[in-house]
């Protein structure tokens, strides 16, 4: 049920696109306990003048490799958090060659009244989910 949104510089190949998608998805089940069917993932792609990330103060180098990844999703504990951030890091270092310096995560919590999957319903508060 998470659902993430994945912003880069355009110009990967539809097989980089999926194998990120791929890598990150196994990474959000590991981390999160979902369902592997449990997939909702959207891609932005930008020109590079349309994306500035920095570094924060940290002394990360960036590239034109750079994903920023935001999850929306129902609250989480702080250590299935942080194992999202390490395996996503692990993840898309290893599968698609993009440094950990250049994946930025961000979290969005929310609750159940704030999703419907179709039919103009409350699938949660329904206990459909």
């Not at 034109?64 to 504990?77: L, M, Q």
């Not at 898309?92 to 009244?113: K, Q």
């Amino acid at each position: 049920m998470p659902l993430l949104r994945f912003d880069v510089i355009e110009g990967r190949s539809e097989e980089d696109l999926k194998r990120m998608l791929d890598a990150a998805h196994n990474a959000m089940v590991k981390a999160f306990d979902v369902p592997d069917s449990d997939r909702y993932q959207i891609v932005h792609q930008h020109k590079p003048n349309e994306m500035i990330i920095k570094d924060t103060g940290l002394g990360l180098t960036r590239s034109e490799n750079v994903v920023v990844i935001s999850v929306v999703s129902k609250s989480r504990t702080n250590e299935k958090k942080e194992a999202l951030y390490r395996l996503l890091a692990e993840n898309l270092e290893t599968e698609c060659g993009i440094s950990p310096e250049d994946v930025m995560v961000n979290i969005s919590e929310n609750n159940d009244a704030d999703w419907s999957f179709g039919k103009g319903e409350a699938q949660f508060l329904t206990g459909k989910l």
